[in-house]
Each structure stands twice: as C-alpha cells, then as structure tokens.
C-alpha cells in the first residue's frame, strides 16, 4: 500500500505561482513511477504530468507544457508540481498517483491516489 497526501493548493490570480506537494508513505516510493492529475467541475480527470521513479523521464500535457514542472525528491517520499503562469482554466482539484513500473499518463494505470488539493485561479 502507498498513502499520498496532497498540499500546497489555494488561491491565486492568473500569472501567479503555486507549488503542489504529494508526501507519500508505506511501500518503497523511489520504485514508484508518480503522476499528478486533475479534475475540473463538470469535467472528466485528465492528465497533467509524470515522473519516472529515478526523476529522469518525464512528461506533461500539453495544455502545460512550459509552464508546470514535476519533480521528486526520493529521500523526503515527495513528489512536487511547480505551477508557474497560472490560468483560470488551470482550476482544478489536483491529484497525485503512483504506479509501479513506467510512467504513464492513463489514469486507469495508476493503483494509489491521493485524496486531492484544490487550485484556484483568478482571472
């Protein structure tokens, strides 16, 4: 079993910054590739990026490529979403996911969940 808990959501106008937070724990997460999705109201959860368990594959929708940078730090069990240039559209509950093996932006692949953070971006 792997728990992630999420931080670091809130408030913010369009242009400004937010760093998100998936602290994990249980199984080993340095073997766990880690995803970040989010979910719009009304909206099916879509993709926004992965990261490979050693942090060297990485990949990103393109809604926020250029923009968003996701990261991890093994020794602390977190994973990080830097959100940079934020937009209205970029309003969300935000989600973390680890699954074992290869990164992967297909929610269906993805075993453990976090119970999500909420950004909002004012215009």
């Known amino acids: 079993q792997v728990q992630l808990v999420e931080s670091g959501g809130g408030l913010v106008q369009a242009g400004g910054s937010l760093r998100l937070s998936c602290a994990a724990s249980?199984?080993?997460?340095?073997?766990?590739?880690m995803g970040w999705f989010r979910q719009a109201p009304g909206k099916e959860r879509e993709f926004v990026a992965t990261i490979s368990w050693g942090g060297s594959g990485r990949s990103y929708a393109d809604s926020v490529k250029g923009r968003f940078t996701i990261s991890r730090d093994n020794a602390k069990n977190t994973v990080y979403l830097q959100m940079n240039s934020l937009k209205p559209e970029d309003t969300a509950v935000y989600y973390c996911?680890?699954?074992?093996?290869?990164?992967?932006?297909?929610?269906?692949?993805?075993?453990?969940w976090g119970q999500g953070t909420q950004v909002t971006v004012s215009s």
């Open positions: 249980g199984r080993t997460f340095s073997r766990n590739a």
């Open positions: 996911a680890a699954r074992s093996g290869l990164p992967s932006g297909l929610s269906s692949e993805y075993d453990y």
